[in-house]
């Protein structure tokens, strides 16, 4: 996402990208940021549209249809789910360390290529890509099957304890991202109603990632791989889901969608 400066004399793009006719007034460029408070703005607001929360600002209804999509629709799904079945299938089946971690890495290669082919945005399948990667070369390295799980106790001690703290000290991150989402800033610490809610849901969340750690973390040390990958699939989707559906509902509850001059009251 770079500018590029425009040719001398050349007629400016409007928002949607076309070139206005001769004779008709250009339309006003967005100002781009130009401090690092607006940088962190749109970051934080970025961060609350991938997380699913751009449906519940705009008002849609919650539908399979909306949750799917929060999610990466079907393809999100598969590129999630695959990688880390196929290797707990493969090596329950084979007992094979090696085999067990190529195959999520093809696996992950052939989601890119696909990617590729459609000519859309690669950074889903090529994140994807490299987390799949970390966790191989952890578990060739160590020679446990275990270690291809280490990655996401990372991951998740990481994003629970981050939360946590931000709740605790009165600047709670999914306050922040809804807030910013909203185009309200951080005005919400001034409402009672709004800050508790956001508290809550930056807790839920905070305990989300925390509950995989309490129950994978025996597993993974115990050396049950067998266990250990299936709890990872039951508490990844299947949790975030629900958890997400009630935090639309909770921040629709305190951003209700505004109505149009137009409608009737």
Not at 30 to 43: L, M, R
Not at 53 to 65: D, K, L, M, N, V
Not at 175 to 203: C, D, H, Q, Y
Request: a neutral charge; charged letters at 15%.
């Amino acid at each position: 996402m770079t500018d590029s400066p425009a040719a001398p004399d050349a007629p400016e793009e409007n928002e949607n990208g076309a070139r206005p006719r001769s004779g008709q007034p250009n339309t006003p460029p967005a100002p781009a940021p130009s401090a690092p408070g607006a940088a962190f703005a749109d970051g934080m607001a970025a961060a609350a549209r991938r997380a699913g929360f751009a449906s519940a600002a705009e008002g849609e209804p919650i539908s399979g249809h909306t949750l799917l999509a929060s999610m990466g629709g079907i393809r999100g799904l598969v590129e999630a789910v695959l990688p880390g079945l196929v290797f707990l299938v493969i090596y329950t089946l084979t007992r094979d360390l090696v085999l067990s971690l190529i195959a999520p890495v093809a696996v992950g290669l052939v989601f890119v290529a696909f990617r590729l082919a459609a000519k859309q945005t690669l950074a889903q399948a090529i994140g994807g890509l490299v987390g799949i990667g970390i966790s191989a070369v952890l578990a060739l390295f160590t020679g446990k099957a275990e270690d291809f799980y280490l990655p996401g106790f990372w991951t998740n001690g990481v994003y629970g304890f981050v939360l946590l703290v931000s709740a605790l000290i009165g600047w709670p991150l999914i306050g922040l991202a809804v807030g910013f989402l909203m185009g309200e800033g951080i005005a919400w610490r001034t409402n009672p109603s709004k800050r508790r809610v956001l508290t809550i849901l930056t807790l839920c969340w905070a305990g989300l990632f925390a509950a995989r750690l309490i129950v994978q973390l025996p597993l993974y040390y115990s050396g049950n791989v067998e266990a250990l990958g299936a709890m990872k699939l039951l508490m990844g989707l299947p949790l975030y889901a629900p958890l997400l559906v009630v935090s639309w509902l909770m921040v629709r509850s305190i951003y209700p969608k505004q109505r149009e001059p137009s409608e009737p009251e």
